[in-house]
């Protein structure tokens, strides 16, 4: 193999693991022990991020506040409403 092959696949690797990595953790969800896709996936995943190299983007140190509150009132208003359906409405009070 000549050397731009070899370059050109080393830059496809952190381009298409991550995907490939997910669509594969996503198939075998249904196979298997449930206790050890839950340990095996995160291990899994850690594994990748450390052996796959990939450019971060630096972390400023500000975030958008703004957008974290838009999130945590989301979060708090789908809690909220299931809350309100499981606990007062039930199933024997929905059509």
């Known amino acids: ?10 830059q496809l690797l952190p381009r298409y693991a991550w995907p490939v990595f997910l669509v594969g953790a996503i198939l075998l969800l249904a196979v298997g022990n449930p206790t050890v896709y839950g340990i ?4 899994a ?7 796959v190299p990939m450019s971060r983007p630096r972390w400023t140190g500000h975030p958008d506040w703004r957008d974290v509150g838009a999130v945590a009132a989301l979060y708090v208003g789908v809690v909220a409403l299931f809350w309100l359906a499981f606990r007062v409405f039930t199933q024997g009070n929905t059509l």
Do not use: C, D
Request: charged share 0%.
């Open 45 to 51: 995943a850690l594994v990748l991020a450390l052996v």
């Open 1 to 10: 193999m000549s050397g731009t092959n070899l370059s050109g696949t080393a």
């Open 40 to 43: 095996g996936v995160p291990l």
